[in-house]
Each structure stands twice: as C-alpha cells, then as structure tokens.
C-alpha cells in the first residue's frame, strides 16, 4: 500500500496521521513546502520519501512536480487531512488514476453554495442563501439586492472560508451596513439566512460513505460569538451520551449530508445548529478531520486512537477501534489579557489541586513565551483538556477553568 499523503507535517497533528499510516502497513510518500532538512525526527521514520515543494497551495506546480517525482511508481491513494489541501489530492488522484473521492464529490465538501444546494435537494433543511460574486470591491448592490431577498437577520461570509474569518451576523441595517463595508476585499460571498441556536459538530469516519465511527461536540459559545470577543475562552466538549433525541437530530442530519454529497472514505467535519423550536440545521461540512485538537478530544472520549484508525479506514476500508464513549471530553482555550508575552497565570495551580485527576492536558503557554493571534488559531495562548464520564460535571469544571484562570501578558 502506497500513499502520497499531502502535507506531512502541518498542521501539527498531521505528523499523528503520518505516523498512523505507517502503523498500518502503508509506504509513506510525504509531499509538502516544509524544508526537507528541518523534518521533525518522530516523522522521519514513518515516511518512505519526501518531496518538498516550494509552495503547496499552488495545485498546478504540486501536480507536475509530483508527477515527475513519482514516475515509474505506482501510488494506490492519494490523502490529506486539511482543508486547503482537499482539493489537490482529488485532482492527483484523477491524474493518476488513483481510487477515492473525485474532484465533483469534493468540491461538494469545500464550496460552501454548493454544498447547500446538493445537500437540501436531498431534503435536509439548509439556511436559505445566495452566492453572490462582486464585480468589484465597489460593487455593493449585489450583496444589498441578496441581502433584501434573504431578510434580517443573516450571515454574510466568504464562499470558501475557515476559522469565521471575515463572517459577520447582521440583526439591523446598521450591521448590514458595516460587514458590506468590511467584506469589501472578499469576491465571492455567501449571504445566509441566520440560524438561532446551539451549535454543534457532527464527525465521523467513514468507510464507502458509511459512517464506521461518530461524534458529536457542542461549541460553547457558537464559534463566531468565540471569534468575536477575545475575552471569551471558547469551550468545546464531545458529548458521551449520543443517544439523546435532541443529538441524534443532528446525527440523523448528518447521515443524510454524507449521503448526498456522496462521501467516500476518510473523516468528515460537520456542524449543525439546534433551534429553540427543536430543529435540526445544516451549517457546513468538510472531508477532513476538525482542527484546534478535536481529534485529540475524540481519542480522549474514547480511549482510541483515530489517527491510525483513519488510516486503516483510508488504506484498507476497516476500523478496529471500540466505539464506546466512556467520556464528555472539553478543551478550554485561554487567550491572556494584555499583549507581547505571556507574564504570569492565575488560579491555574488551585483548579489543577481541586480538579486532580480530570485534567487530562495542560498546554497553556508559559511565561516568557510569546502570545499568539488568537484571530488566526482557535488554540489561542493554549489550552487545558478535561474530561469527565457525567457531562454536567465536565461542563461545570471547563466553565470553571474558563472564568477561575486568568493569563496576563506584557
Ligand atoms: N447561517 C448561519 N446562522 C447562524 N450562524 C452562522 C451561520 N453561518 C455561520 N454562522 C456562524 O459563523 C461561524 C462560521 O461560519 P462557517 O462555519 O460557515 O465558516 P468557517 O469560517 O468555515 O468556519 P470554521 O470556523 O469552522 O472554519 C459558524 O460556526 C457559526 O457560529
Ligand atoms: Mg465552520
């Protein structure tokens, strides 16, 4: 079995999926724009070779390059577990000839208009949206002329985007008025009806588009609520207990999501909103695992390891891990008042005494490191990882380690 894998090495949990692969019996063939000199020695032995590429977002110049490289070998998959990279690995698997998702499947997963449009002609309920492509940063008619048929309150946000950059909510014309002035740089939009409610993930691996394993974790607030105040430390936690009706809503949501975009093998990511009146809303999806450590969170919950489980899904279309949950799971991100670097945390050694034996990570930023731009990376100046089999007793100390610790920087 031999895999390209794009990208072995960033994001950091890509070098777990790496080492998941080899786990499984598979020949490594990394491709990414990390120098080839400075690959970190726990990644070293799993690959067979690597190909560095000066940049991997550009498609074209991965594809000939690779191509090159590769002659006269054959490759049996082609992977990659980000989402910039999705795409990429489609077009090489139809290059190449190789089995697994088609660049039409794929582009259901990453075109946030299409996506919609494929998903609710299977009848699953989707926010009404329009796509609007600018004709220029001056062109503000389209998006007003899509914003009236749509109605207050709505979402506007780029067609491909990720981490809720440039997203706005709009309850009144005045907010209306500010995020067409600020998304004057971004051509093609998504403008959205908005959603009331909780909101949640739905994740799996699947295997031919069966979902072999899933998960469910709820945002504690709604990620663009955590994008939009840095004061907040965003909490996300998976939810032991998926039996209860108002998740399997979402469940039996995201089953039916799988099947209309016609997933093949490999993680999914999705997000669904859960309304006041009860209802179960699509958000979005993507062929890749979620970020920000969920994959960690989904291993904690139960005990497994989906890195090399998804590898073994990826390569040889099975899944031996058990898939009882024996734990809610939170991750608290913690974002330090103050810029520059981090000086000193407060009231983390107390939560640690008190919550002895929940606390499963600790990899808040210490003092003397650097903060980090918490627009850009949901893990903020770090995080702690707590887990706890009842879910209102691991909400209640991921809330407390939310509001008791506090980091300071200067
Ligand atoms: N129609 C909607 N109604 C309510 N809230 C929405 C809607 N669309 C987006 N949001 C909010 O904005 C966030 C970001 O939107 P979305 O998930 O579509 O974009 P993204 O930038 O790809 O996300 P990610 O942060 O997962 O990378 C959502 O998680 C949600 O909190
Ligand atoms: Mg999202």
Same mark, same amino acid.
């Given at each position: ?13 890509? +070098?777990?999926?790496?080492? %998941? ?23 070293? @032995? ?6 560095? *590429? ?67 002609? =299977?009848? *699953? ?32 946000? @780029? ?5 809720? =950059? ?9 907010? +209306?008025?500010? &995020? ?10 998504? *403008? ?20 072999? /394993? ?36 979402? *469940? =039996?949501? %995201? ?18 909103? /859960?309304?006041? !009146? %009860? ?31 998804? &590898? ?8 031996? =891990? ?14 330090? !008042? ?25 990899? +808040? ?16 100046? %770090? /995080? ?23 980091? /300071?920087?200067?």
């Amino acid at each position: 079995m031999r895999v390209l894998f794009l990208g072995p090495t960033y994001p950091q949990e890509m +070098l777990q999926f790496t080492r %998941g692969l080899a786990e499984v019996g598979a020949k490594v063939y990394g491709v990414g724009d990390s120098p080839r000199r400075a690959l970190p020695a726990s990644v070293r @032995p799993h690959l067979e070779d690597y190909l560095e *590429v000066p940049r991997i977002l550009d498609e074209d110049a991965v594809i000939e390059r690779a191509s090159a490289w590769l002659r006269g070998r054959q490759i049996d998959r082609v992977l990659t577990n980000w989402e910039p990279t999705v795409l990429l690995a489609a077009r090489l698997r139809e290059r190449w000839g190789v089995p697994g998702m088609s660049v039409d499947a794929v582009t259901g997963f990453r075109d946030k208009q299409l996506m919609k449009e494929r998903v609710a002609a =299977a009848g *699953v309920r989707v926010p009404k949206s329009e796509r609007v492509v600018r004709q220029s940063a001056a062109d503000t008619d389209s998006v007003r002329a899509a914003a009236s048929r749509i109605g207050l309150p709505l979402i506007i946000k @780029p067609i491909a985007g990720a981490g809720s =950059a440039d997203t706005y909510s709009c309850r009144d014309q005045a907010q +209306l008025d500010a &995020a067409i002035e600020a998304t004057r740089h971004v051509q093609d939009l998504s *403008v959205e009806e908005y959603i009331e409610g909780e909101e949640f993930t739905y994740d799996t691996i699947c295997v031919d588009g069966q979902p072999v /394993y899933e998960n469910v974790a709820q945002y504690l607030p709604k990620p663009l609520e955590a994008r939009s105040h840095e004061w907040i430390s965003p909490v996300i936690i998976t939810v032991r207990d998926m039996h209860q009706a108002k998740i399997q809503n979402g *469940v =039996a949501l %995201g089953r039916q999501v799988l099947k209309a975009l016609g997933m093949g093998d490999g993680f999914t990511h999705m997000e669904w909103f /859960y309304t006041p !009146k %009860g209802e179960a809303v699509f958000g979005e999806i993507g062929c890749r695992p979620g970020g920000a450590r969920l994959v960690d969170q989904m291993n904690y919950t139960g005990d497994v390891d989906l890195f090399r489980e998804w &590898a073994r899904a990826s390569c040889w279309k099975a899944f031996e =891990a058990p898939t009882a949950r024996k734990y809610n799971t939170g991750i608290v991100f913690k974002r330090a !008042k103050g810029r520059g670097r981090i000086t000193r945390i407060d009231g983390l050694e107390t939560f640690k005494r008190q919550h002895r034996g929940f606390v499963i990570e600790d990899e +808040l930023l210490r003092p003397g490191t650097a903060r980090r731009d918490w627009k850009a990376t949901l893990v903020s100046d %770090g /995080y702690l990882m707590i887990r706890h089999p009842d879910w209102d007793e691991c909400k209640r100390m991921c809330f407390a380690a939310a509001t008791d610790i506090t980091m /300071y920087a200067e």
